[in-house]
C-alpha cells in the first residue's frame, strides 16, 4: 500500500500564488508516474497535472497550462504542484494520485488517492 498526504492548501485572493506538496510513504517513489487532479462542488474530478518518473515529461490540464507546474524530488519522496495566477474557477479540493501509466488522465485508471487539500480563490 501507498499512503499520499497532500499539504500546502489554503485561502488566498485572485492573482495568487501557492504550492501544494504530496509527500508519498513507498519506497518505490521514483518508479511512480505521478498526477493532480481537482473536484469542485458538483463538479467531476478533473485532471490538473501529471509528470513522468524521472521528471522529464510532464502534461497539464487546458485550464492550468501556463499557470501551474509540476515538479518531484525523487530524494523526498514528494511531488509539487506550483499554482500561480489563480483565480476563482481554481476553487478545488486537490488530490494527488499514482497513475497507472503516464499516458492516462482518467481518474479511474489513478492506482493511489491522497487524502485532498481544499484550495480556495476569493475574487
Known amino acids: 500500500q501507498v499512503q499520499l498526504v497532500e499539504s500546502g492548501g489554503g485561502l488566498v485572493q485572485a492573482g495568487d500564488s501557492l504550492r501544494l506538496s504530496c509527500a508519498a510513504s513507498?519506497?518505490?517513489?521514483?518508479?511512480?508516474?505521478m498526477g493532480w487532479f481537482r473536484q469542485a462542488p458538483g463538479k467531476e474530478r478533473e485532471f490538473v497535472a501529471r509528470?513522468?518518473?524521472?521528471?522529464?515529461?510532464?502534461n497539464y490540464g487546458d485550464s492550468v497550462k501556463g499557470r501551474f507546474t509540476i515538479s518531484r524530488s525523487n530524494a523526498k519522496n514528494t511531488v509539487y504542484l506550483q499554482m500561480t495566477s489563480l483565480k476563482p474557477e481554481d476553487t478545488a479540493v486537490y488530490y494527488c494520485?499514482?497513475?497507472?501509466?503516464?499516458?492516462?488522465?482518467?481518474?479511474?485508471?489513478?492506482?493511489?488517492w491522497g487524502q485532498g487539500t481544499q484550495v480556495t480563490v476569493s475574487s
Open positions: 494520485a499514482v497513475l497507472r501509466l503516464y499516458s492516462s488522465s482518467r481518474p479511474e485508471d489513478v492506482r493511489y
Open positions: 509528470i513522468s518518473v524521472s521528471g522529464s515529461a510532464t
Open positions: 513507498g519506497r518505490t517513489f521514483s518508479s511512480y508516474n
